[in-house]
């Protein structure tokens, strides 16, 4: 029984729909988490998906599609097509959300400008009811159904407060334009709203898309790791060879890989010898000698031979499935600001309709012979005042500011959220290859390579070998005159090295270990300086002696030291990551004065390290360059990617060094820091002014010195502090 138990859990990840802000997301969550048979759910507004672990035999997706959709949301249920539906739909949202944003921006802005410098002229109002008409009631009616959906759940969000600011002053400026008599007669000039109403429709609007666009570049990472998936596959069945869809392959099938084709499954190689750019895997820039009895893993790229192979791992078992979906469950918002504006958001709007309320039944019963037009200008003004402008850009523009700032100086920060947590990291985890060293094997040290005929002899054997070590080799020996000669035999030794014959006479190029094994290595300081360095070795011999070596590594990036040491000054952890050898981390460590780091590890080691420091408490970075680094960056907190680097990486950090300098990253850090102030501030005055205005909107100094505010100053204030707002965000630019 305890077994059937066990296979009734489903854990799955299901696309939703109809999202559209962080309260939407909880709305979601809190639906879901009522109905029977859910154990766990997590929404994520970001990716917008769900992660359901459910009972089926208590509830199926089917059964909570239909809850969702109770509350005007939907869910596309898993099938052979869900990644196209899924495509469709954000392809859709995308093309309305730009459609609405450049509709509303063509007709709001002239009613912007008619409302600040043309007010007066009588025809004015018409106009701009024709132009704001559009812009509210069909770019601006999504606001306005999600404002009731939240209501019919007792909720409010910021499209709450778009839809009753916007609403009430549009009402009320077409009630003015049509019955301004109404006023006269009472002894009031009003003002019209249009204007208003109109351009927080469109810079709204102009916001989301912003979110949108970010939104989409986060998930072209998962279409590039996809990408890397080849479609086809070679099978072996009764001794021919077939070329079939990879959803074929089963494990214990035998698989034929050809030169320059991608490994479609994890397996074991049975025949064939080849090198194998895993690069994806280790990080290091160096192919992977492949023979019998050796792995081989799905998504990286058979370079020289061809090789057969048992698979051992098929479908969504491969190590390329899984760091793709690990990408996809670690992607995504984390906290950013706005979701606390939204929260804010929720408790500031009811306050204020009931400020609005209080204020009319107020002056209804104390106003006296004018009670209905103190009323209704008093709880007008207090909805125009509290209008969510200033509120609603308080975050935005510093970001936008910030962002732009960043780009100037060679950072590019794909979302906000990053540049709100960067000045919170308290640890950093960098990859060693292509991050802190240039990526590419460089030459550190040789001997034997005086005479100009050794030199002549290493570069024809180089340039006969396949290895890939021979193409950094063969430009160092061609910056030495060497010449090509013709060699008059050449045999490949398989992972050992080459033997070749020129002049009648044997020659050797391989490794220390095939060396040893010849009898004709001899122990030399030298030698042991390059293997204790942790220096990878390439020696040419003859069948008496070494005569000639090289020593390669790869190379330190100038302003690493400086970048390191920096960060450590700000207080900062520093950790090291690598695939490559202990030896070489630990000189890579201390001439970078690292104190803590880790050799030979793997994808999912790289993001388990990071998780464990969240889970002590630390805000984290990661800063790295290749595919086999795109799981820790998506784990962390805050990515960074190096421009020089795999798309992919680039595509799954939040931030991307244009500029390739590792001092970029406490920039990165220090302007989070400047940004994460204005923010501050900007909220600070946005609800000051609100927490002033809004009282005297509603008339408090009235019975002190008979001020009542006039719903066109309220409007004064609310595009004052708006402006405020923007000019305290253009500091950052200095």
């Known amino acids: 029984m305890g077994n059937l138990e066990e296979h009734t859990i489903i854990h799955i990840q299901v696309p939703v729909t109809g999202m559209t802000c962080a309260a939407c997301a909880l709305s979601v969550e809190k639906v879901l988490k009522k109905q029977e048979g859910v154990e766990n759910c997590a929404v994520n507004f970001a990716n917008e998906t769900v992660q359901l672990t459910i009972d089926s035999d208590k509830t199926s997706v089917e059964k909570l599609q239909s809850k969702v959709q109770s509350v005007g949301y939907d869910l596309i249920l898993p099938s052979d097509d869900t990644r196209t539906q899924v495509e469709a739909y954000k392809t859709q949202k995308h093309d309305s959300l730009k459609r609405r944003a450049i509709g509303s921006a063509i007709l709001g802005i002239p009613v912007s400008i008619l409302g600040m410098f043309f007010m007066n002229e009588p025809w004015v109002p018409w106009v701009s009811w024709i132009l704001s008409t ?24 910021m499209d709450t407060l778009v839809a009753v600011s916007t609403g009430v002053a549009y009402f009320f400026s077409v009630f003015t334009t049509l019955f301004p008599e109404f006023w006269h007669h009472r002894g009031l000039h009003v003002h019209i709203y249009f204007e208003a109403s109109a351009i927080v429709i469109v810079f709204v609007l102009i916001g989301k898309l912003l979110e949108e666009n970010a939104k989409s570049n986060t998930s072209s990472a998962i279409k590039k790791l996809i990408g890397f998936q080849p479609k086809t596959v070679w099978l072996i069945v009764n001794g021919e060879e077939q070329q079939v869809p990879i959803d074929e392959i089963r494990v214990g099938d035998r698989v034929v890989v050809k030169p320059g084709e991608r490994i479609a499954v994890d397996g074991k190689v049975l025949f064939g010898h080849s090198f194998v750019d895993e690069s994806m895997i280790s990080g290091e820039p160096i192919p992977v000698e492949k023979s019998k009895g050796t792995k081989v893993f799905s998504g990286t790229i058979n370079q020289q031979g061809t090789l057969k192979f048992l698979a051992e791992k098929v479908g969504s078992e491969t190590l390329l499935s899984q760091i793709i979906k690990r990408v996809q469950e670690a992607q995504g918002s984390k906290a950013p600001i706005q979701k606390l504006v939204d929260k804010i958001a929720s408790v500031f709007v009811p306050v204020v309709l009931g400020i609005a309320m209080i204020s009319f039944i107020s002056w209804m019963v104390f106003g006296g012979t004018n009670a209905f037009s103190y009323a209704l200008i008093t709880s007008v003004s207090v909805l125009v005042i509290a209008c969510p402008c200033a509120l609603g850009l308080a975050t935005p523009t510093a970001i ?15 979302d906000a959220e990053s540049l709100e947590l960067a000045h919170r990291l308290d640890t950093i985890v960098l990859d060693k290859t292509g991050t802190l060293t240039e990526g590419k094997p460089s030459i550190k040290d040789s001997f034997g390579l005086e005479d100009s005929h050794i030199i002549d002899l290493f570069l024809s054997v180089e340039q006969a070998s396949s290895h890939p ?69 390439v020696f040419l011999a003859n069948e008496k002696e070494i005569i000639a070596g090289i020593a390669l590594e790869d190379t330190i990036k100038a302003d690493a030291k400086k970048a390191i040491e920096t960060l450590q000054e700000a207080g900062i952890e520093i950790v090291m990551l690598t695939g490559d050898n202990l030896k070489t981390a630990q000189k890579v460590a201390l001439e970078l004065g690292i104190t803590q780091f880790k050799a030979e590890v793997l994808p999912s080691d790289k993001s388990k390290i990071v998780r464990e420091f969240q889970q002590k ?110 000019t305290n965000s253009l500091r950052l630019k200095k």
Do not use: C
């Open 134 to 157: 559009p812009v509210v009631l069909y770019f601006g009616k999504n606001f306005f159904f999600n404002a009731w959906k939240q209501a019919l759940h007792r909720s409010a969000n």
């Open 400 to 414: 936008m500011v910030g962002i732009g700032k960043a780009a100037e100086e060679g950072m590019l920060i794909k």
């Open 469 to 537: 070590l021979a193409q950094a080799i063969i430009p160092f020996l061609k910056e030495k005159n060497g010449e090509t000669q013709t060699l008059t035999h050449f045999e490949n030794v398989v992972g050992k090295g080459v033997k070749a014959v020129l002049e009648e006479t044997t020659y050797f190029l391989g490794s220390v270990k095939w060396m040893r094994e010849l009898g004709i290595y001899q122990e030399n300081q030298l030698y042991h300086n390059w293997q204790n360095l942790g220096y990878t070795t």
């Open 617 to 726: 408490g630390n805000v984290v970075g990661m800063v790295g360059d290749g595919i086999n680094d795109s799981e820790a960056l998506a784990q962390a907190d805050v990515s960074i990617a190096m421009s020089k680097g795999s798309d992919v990486a680039m595509d799954v950090a939040k931030i991307t060094l244009i500029s390739d300098q590792l001092t970029k990253i406490s920039e990165v850090i220090n302007l989070s820091k400047r940004t994460q102030s204005i923010i501050q501030q900007n909220l600070f005055w946005a609800f000051i002014y609100n927490i002033i205005g809004i009282p005297i909107a509603a008339g408090v100094l009235f019975p002190i010195n008979g001020f009542l505010m006039n719903p066109m100053l309220a409007g004064a204030a609310m595009a004052f502090s708006s402006v405020s707002v923007v």
